[in-house]
């Protein structure tokens, strides 16, 4: 079964301090790796997906298949980042959408 | 675009009571999913449906039911409340298709049961 792994409820860094948000997964085909964002009092939204190989706000992340990971990084953060963080997977074929717990990110000034 | 709407946003139920919550599209989107968010414990998949006419069980779908009796709906049934059922509930849907997985949510429903 596939499944998500977010080890970090909470993460607070300082304003311009790097960030690293962790996302492990299990699966052992070939998933689809998202992260979602939900700013205070805001829909869920998506942030980035691992196929775009984009950067969004200044995010980006990279799959590692080796490590099973989809780590979120940002080299700089900024207080509007402050935001609750979903990492979540599906797989092809599978229709399901799965999530991980989720990691609360403080950005303080 | 009115998008993913949920009816209602909160909602106070008693223990062994019944209700539904509703979900609505309008992006003529094929698949739609019902989670709950409890507090530290992030998204759990309640049901979900890849059509009308074809729904499917999730990790957490004791207590609930689903329909999808049209493209644009999805309500989840809650037959006997449970104070366990105490919780925010999110609807979202996507196409589904590799090129576009995005999923869009709801505004959530926050539900208390006493």
């Known amino acids: 079964a596939q499944r998500v792994t977010q080890p970090e409820k909470l993460l607070s860094v300082f304003k311009g301090a790097p960030v690293e948000l962790k996302c492990n997964y299990s699966?052992?085909?070939?998933?689809?790796l998202f992260w979602y964002v939900q700013y205070s009092r805001q829909r869920l939204q998506l942030l980035l997906r691992h196929i775009s190989r984009e950067s969004i706000k200044g995010f980006t992340a990279d799959l590692n298949k080796g490590e099973t990971s989809f780590h979120l990084k940002k080299p700089f953060a900024q207080e509007e980042d402050s935001a609750m963080y979903y990492c979540?997977?599906?797989?092809?074929?599978?229709?399901?959408?799965?999530f991980g717990q989720g990691t609360r990110l403080t950005i303080n000034p | 675009n009115a998008g993913v709407t949920q009816t209602p946003k909160f909602r106070i139920l008693k223990i062994g009571q019944s209700m539904t919550l509703q979900c609505t599209q309008d992006m003529n989107h094929n698949y739609m999913y019902w989670y709950r968010q409890d507090p530290g414990m992030g998204l759990k998949l309640i049901y979900y449906s890849v059509g009308a006419g074809i729904t499917d069980k999730g990790e957490v779908p004791n207590g609930y039911n689903v329909s999808r009796s049209t493209t644009e709906d999805f309500p989840l049934r809650l037959e006997l409340a449970a104070p366990s059922q105490t919780s925010v509930y999110f609807c979202?849907?996507?196409?589904?298709?590799?090129?576009?997985?995005?999923?869009?949510f709801g505004q959530g429903t926050r539900l208390t049961v006493v």
């Open positions: 979540a997977l599906t797989v092809q074929g599978a229709q399901k959408l799965v």
């Open positions: 699966y052992s085909g070939s998933p689809e």
């Open positions: 979202a849907s996507s196409y589904g298709t590799r090129r576009n997985t995005e999923a869009f």
